[in-house]
């Protein structure tokens, strides 16, 4: 593996933790909207970061969340309810954002924090037993 896409993981991974940070901030603030979505962008940064060392990338999300799919969910490596996660997430966000008049629910945010937290751990675990 090339020094320069652990690089890019490590990168990736400090963005995804701002973000969850960010998230965690919000929530607290009773932004949920904003909550909801730096938790889903927690989860798509570490999961490029998860993808960097196999030189996988792409700009839409719909295929990160694929790629993520195809090499680590259907081969077994990871459990799919952490893609289960990271769609749900995905489409929560795009409500989110671009669905006039949707106000998420405290809870719901709240499920999504936590949910970006949980896959964060995840994926970190994951890069330590496989890559360090």
């Known amino acids: 593996m090339q ?22 901030e919000n929530l607290g603030s009773d932004r949920y909207a904003q909550a909801a979505n730096r938790a889903y962008y927690a989860m798509f940064h570490a999961t490029r970061a998860l993808l960097a060392p196999y ?6 999300h719909s295929t990160i969340i694929g790629m993520f799919n195809k090499h680590f969910v259907a081969t077994k490596k990871i459990d799919p309810a952490y893609n289960i996660m ?16 949707y106000l998420i629910a405290k809870i719901d945010a709240a499920t999504q924090v936590d949910n970006a937290d ?13 890559l360090d």
């Open 86 to 101: 990271l769609a749900t997430a995905f489409q929560t966000r795009l409500k989110c954002d671009y669905d006039d008049y």
């Open 55 to 60: 030189q996988l990338d792409s700009k839409r």
């Open 3 to 24: 020094l320069e896409y652990l690089a890019l993981m490590k990168y990736r991974l400090e963005k995804a933790k701002a973000d969850l940070c960010v998230a965690k």
């Open 118 to 130: 949980k896959f964060l751990a995840m994926i970190e675990l994951w890069i330590k037993a496989n």
